[in-house]
């Protein structure tokens, strides 16, 4: 009786080929589906962190009888030189009452801070809840947005010369780190115009945490530096400088009224602890806590962000796909669309919904938005 023979037999090339032509459709169909349950999971961390931020501010309110200034300017120049920032003053809200205590903001000036060794780093502390998660810039600002100071502490390692990648850079970004598993840090490139490496200690020019939120200083602005007066700096918004808006102030309505609005790190976002004016262009010192609705959202920044006019950089934007996010007077947090009516005008009746929304006080119905 004959043996038979099993012949021993494995994959062909084609069968190889179909196999991972398969996986690959499947992880095509997969992926976006996972950055997009990324995105919504940032967008809720952002939107909560936002919330947090119109409780502190009622909180504040309450016991202040009105909202916390937009910057707080020195006795002899009140207007744009070194000020506390808003973000300082709602420290004791958000559980951070020791970093308050030790800033003591009520007793130190900014100017006070910067001068000193011991305190000037505390400038550096990372808030995460003054931070979007959807943004992967840098966590301290850049060499375009620096308060002015000797520098007295050793730089963080962390060099700042990152390029902020583009949207569609984050989706393939997001693509490609979801079969690790992890997100990649932003690619280095040279930003525009060329930055300087960050100066050793004891150099002009203080880097402090970046934040991602800030106050409405209504649509507000003067593109002509010697256009404005010192009434400007009070803005038409909830914040602006050394402003006390309360209830009162607030005549269209707390839900029909931005308090806190978003900037991306790609458009120098912001800073927490406060601001200056130190390139003494009389109203730079506004955007670094506040933004204005004279701007689209999402507008290019001026490439040089001390310049005069630094555009987009002292509007609002984000990183969320369409829009950004928006706390309401009333304590609600909206998604407002990109592409939300936008029209400047010196007449409240021909306002944008976007500008009416800036405003506190134009007068104007809004509707649905």
């Known amino acids: 009786m004959g043996k038979l023979s099993l012949a021993r037999r494995g994959f062909t ?3 190889l080929l179909a196999v991972f032509a398969v996986i690959g459709i499947l992880v095509a169909l997969l992926l976006p589906a996972i950055q997009h349950a990324r995105e919504s999971a940032r967008r809720t961390q952002c939107k909560s962190n936002l919330h947090q931020i119109g409780i502190a501010l009622h909180s504040y309110q309450s016991l202040q009888g009105v909202l916390p200034p937009g910057c707080v300017g020195l006795d002899g120049d009140p ?11 709602l420290l004791p809200y958000l559980d951070q009452q020791p970093l308050y205590d030790t800033l003591q903001p009520n007793h130190h000036s900014l100017a006070d801070v910067l001068a000193d060794p011991n305190l000037q780093p505390y ?9 979007c998660a959807s943004d992967l810039g840098d966590g301290i600002q850049s060499t375009e947005r620096t308060l002015s100071g000797f520098i007295l502490t050793s730089q963080p390692s962390q060099t700042l010369a990152l390029r902020y990648p583009s949207k569609d850079q984050l989706v393939i970004l997001a693509l490609q780190s979801s079969l690790a598993c992890v997100m990649p840090p932003p ?7 060329p930055s300087a490496p960050p100066p050793p200690p004891g150099t002009w020019g203080v880097r402090a945490a970046t934040s991602n939120y800030i106050g409405s200083f209504g649509d507000f602005w003067q593109t002509d530096s010697n256009a404005w007066s010192s009434a400007d700096f009070a803005g038409n918004g909830l914040f602006g400088s050394n402003s006390n808006v309360g209830s009162s102030g607030i005549p269209d309505g707390a839900s029909q009224t931005f308090a806190v609005g978003e900037r991306g790190w790609n458009a120098y976002g912001s800073i927490w602890a406060g601001t200056d004016g130190w390139d003494r262009c009389e109203r730079e010192g506004i955007p670094m806590v506040m933004g204005t609705a004279f701007y689209k959202m999402n507008s290019t920044p001026d490439p040089y962000n001390l ?6 950089a002292a509007g609002y934007g984000s990183m969320h796909a369409g829009g950004a996010h928006f706390l309401m ?7 407002v669309s990109e592409q939300i009516n936008f029209a400047n005008s010196n007449d409240p009746t021909q306002l944008g919904v976007y500008q009416k929304l800036a405003r506190r006080n134009d007068g104007q119905t809004i509707g649905d938005f």
């Open 307 to 312: 310049s005069c006019d630094p555009k987009g």
């Open 123 to 131: 400038l550096l502390t990372p808030l995460p809840i003054y931070r």
């Open 13 to 15: 090339l084609i069968e």
């Open 329 to 335: 007077a009333d304590g609600a947090v909206r998604f």
């Open 187 to 193: 690619p280095p490139w040279n930003p525009p115009p």
């Open 79 to 89: 207007v744009n030189i070194q000020g506390w920032g808003w973000g300082v003053m």
